[in-house]
């Protein structure tokens, strides 16, 4: 048999319990990647929609939809496993810590197994505001221990990000990083827009600093801060209370095929993003940054040491203490007062994308990994 022949005969499950089947990463990417490169690619979510292939992608219904996030993590992975088995796969993928336990189960049965973890997960944990603030870091520790003792078993762990790579690497040797740059089909020009409007598209949450963007743009005048998304009730009911709401044109949440016209609309996008878990570096597997640098908009982002860096190489925006209205304002000025150098910034963030922050980079990485393991199978 051809190696070739070999790598079309192998079969692949991923599985998650907790994104939705169109999952821009494990669908779009991951998944139909691996499908037109020869792979049989099954894809199990939780779910109650009906089963179905798109792009050769089987998707699998759990037919089992959790109530809350307590729910989901204890009873989400006996659904998955039972689906999982009945796939009889080669290669399983998951992509959620709670499935750790699935994961040792199809090692004991002899299967090959990926974790693709997108967050650094104990960190992530002491960030988590609905867990109380004295068991975070238990729960923390809790996980890492079962984390290392699961995943030094594994026939390769997935991360998104420098730091937390690194920190597989320690446990695990077959640990890569395959980053969540953007799939770039067609690069679209950026119109000049004569509105002082900045914007944001995503989670409306504590995290991305909103506050701070409302009350820096409080004194500047003829702005608006077009901002999409969801958000909690009480959250949103705190920025409506900010004197710089009145310069907010808040539309809620809107189709992701609208995002595109929505940054269109804009002269900078807001990526001001706090984390415990970022540690100062940030991450590579948030798209925010690449998803304005590919729509041509300057970019106004935490000071990251992984951001800056990118800011720097390609001089496509302004780094900033996300915490530091006045440096949020002084950024936002600049770009408004400059509009030849923030056109120039939006040219050159196309072009990185262009040339290196894109998922074909990415692509590479992932065949490969998935070649060497079919080797043996």
């Known amino acids: 048999m051809t190696k070739e022949n070999q790598k079309k005969t192998t079969k692949v499950c991923h599985m998650t319990s907790a994104h939705n089947r169109y999952d821009v990463r494990i669908f779009e990417k991951e998944c139909k990647s691996l499908a ?7 894809l199990i979510v939780n779910d109650c929609y009906n089963d179905e292939i798109i792009d050769n992608v ?56 990926i974790f693709d973890s997108h967050e650094d997960v104990p960190e992530q944990i002491k960030d988590k505001q609905w867990l109380p603030i004295l068991l975070r870091n238990i729960i923390s520790e809790l996980y890492r221990i079962y984390e290392k003792h699961s995943v030094k078993r594994y026939d390769s762990i997935i991360s998104v990000t420098p730091h937390i790579v690194e920190r597989f690497k320690k446990i695990n040797l077959n640990s890569i990083m395959i980053t969540n740059y953007p799939i770039v089909s067609k690069i679209v020009e950026k119109k000049e827009n004569a509105l002082n ?12 600093t909103h506050d701070k963007i409302i009350k820096a743009i409080e004194n500047i005048d003829e702005i608006e801060y077009l901002l999409a998304g969801n958000g909690t009730d009480e959250y949103i009911k705190f920025l409506k209370s900010l004197p710089g709401w009145n310069k907010v044109n808040y539309v809620g949440k809107i189709p992701h095929a609208d995002v595109k016209d929505l ?9 001001l993003n706090y984390s415990i878990q970022a540690k100062g570096e940030g991450t590579l597997g948030n798209t925010k940054i690449f998803e304005y640098m590919e729509a041509g908009l300057p970019i106004i982002c935490t000071d990251y040491k992984l951001w800056q860096e990118i800011i720097d190489e390609y001089e496509c925006g ?23 150098k923030a056109g120039e ?9 262009i040339n290196e922050y894109n998922w074909e980079t990415q692509k590479k990485t992932l065949i490969k990994c998935y070649n060497y393991l079919s080797q043996n199978i």
Not at 36 to 42: E, H, K, L, P
Not at 59 to 87: D, H, M, P
Not at 345 to 353: D, L, P, R, W
Request: net charge positive; charged share 25%; with cysteine.
């Open 36 to 42: 037109n490169n020869g792979y049989d690619v099954t």
């Open 318 to 340: 302004i780094c900033v203490n996300p915490n530091n209205v006045k440096d949020i304002e002084r950024a936002i000025l600049f770009i408004i007062d400059n509009k030849d």
């Open 345 to 353: 910034m939006g040219i050159n963030g196309q072009q990185a994308i």
């Open 197 to 208: 409007t900045i914007c944001f598209a995503g989670g409306i949450s504590e995290q991305w």
């Open 263 to 271: 940054y269109s609309k804009a002269v900078a996008g807001m990526a």
């Open 58 to 113: 089987k998707i699998i219904s759990t037919k089992y939809k959790y109530k809350n996030r307590a729910e989901r993590i204890l009873n989400a992975q006996k659904f998955i496993i039972k689906k999982a088995i009945s796939v009889n796969a080669d290669i399983y993928h998951f992509h959620d810590p709670e499935l750790l336990p699935v994961g040792n189960k199809l090692k004991r049965i002899g299967k090959k197994v």
